[in-house]
């Protein structure tokens, strides 16, 4: 079946604005979780979902960084006044529900870059 | 806390070398899961293996073997006869084994691996 999707595949923003980072994941997954890899930070937890909860959001860098999830598929993450330290690729994975599985499966990831 | 090192930064091979790549991880947890993830040039991160801590039997899969030793906190990796196509960067991964709940992932900083002819 279809892995998980992102869109866009790249961003090009300016400093100051709003985007909006989307995450499909695979068919059936009920566990879904947003990562950034930059280089200065290699790769870091942001948040996970259970459904449409958010039961760990323990790793967003701050107040401008929030997600949500609807019908516990299609997430989106958003970054409020984006500064240039937010220049980095942001991943999402799946994993099957909880009686099964926990593996993590990614998607390609959003490259985001703020000039 | 958790904390996964991958203390090799870079590898650099000759096709058909054997390589190891090591891994060592701190956790308070009892019971937990370790990782290998694969991130070729393209950028997607490929799942290789997922071991969980109550099962410490070393494991095969064509040329890719992992080694689980609980008693130094040790997770490594060989590839046998190396290939070209085995170049990329390669993480170790630790996540708590929680009944209940799912649990994120901590990874290492990566180690990057070349392979030439």
């Known amino acids: 079946g279809a892995g998980v999707s992102q869109s866009p595949s790249n961003k090009v923003t300016e400093k100051g604005k709003d985007v909006e980072l989307r995450c499909d994941p695979i068919?059936?997954?009920?566990?879904l979780y947003w990562y950034r890899q930059s280089l200065g930070q290699g790769l870091e937890f942001l948040i996970y979902?259970?459904?449409?909860?958010?039961?760990?959001k323990s790793g967003l860098p701050s107040d401008r960084f929030s997600a949500e999830r609807t019908g516990g598929s299609v997430s989106t993450l958003t970054i409020q006044r984006t500064q240039q330290e937010d220049s980095a690729v942001y991943l999402c994975?799946?994993?099957?529900?909880?009686?099964?599985?926990?593996?993590?499966?990614f998607g390609p990831g959003t490259r985001l870059l703020v000039l | 806390a958790q904390k996964v090192t991958q203390a090799q930064t870079e590898i650099s091979v000759v096709e058909k070398e054997d390589v190891t790549l090591d891994c060592v991880y701190e956790?308070?947890?009892?019971?937990?899961?370790l990782f290998w993830y694969k991130q070729p040039p393209s950028g997607e991160l490929v799942f290789l293996i997922r071991?969980?801590?109550?099962?410490?039997q070393n494991e095969i899969s064509g040329r890719y073997s992992w080694n689980f030793q609980k008693s130094t906190s040790s997770f490594n990796f060989t590839i046998t006869a190396s290939q070209v196509v085995d170049s990329a960067v390669y993480f170790c991964a630790l996540s708590a084994h929680n009944t209940g709940t799912a649990s994120k992932l901590t990874f290492g900083t990566g180690t990057r691996l070349q392979v030439t002819l």
């Open positions: 979902f259970q459904g449409n909860s958010a039961p760990d």
């Open positions: 068919s059936g997954h009920t566990a």
């Open positions: 994975a799946s994993s099957p529900p909880l009686a099964g599985i926990k593996t993590q499966y």
């Open positions: 071991r969980n801590s109550f099962d410490e």
């Open positions: 956790t308070r947890d009892t019971t937990y899961y």
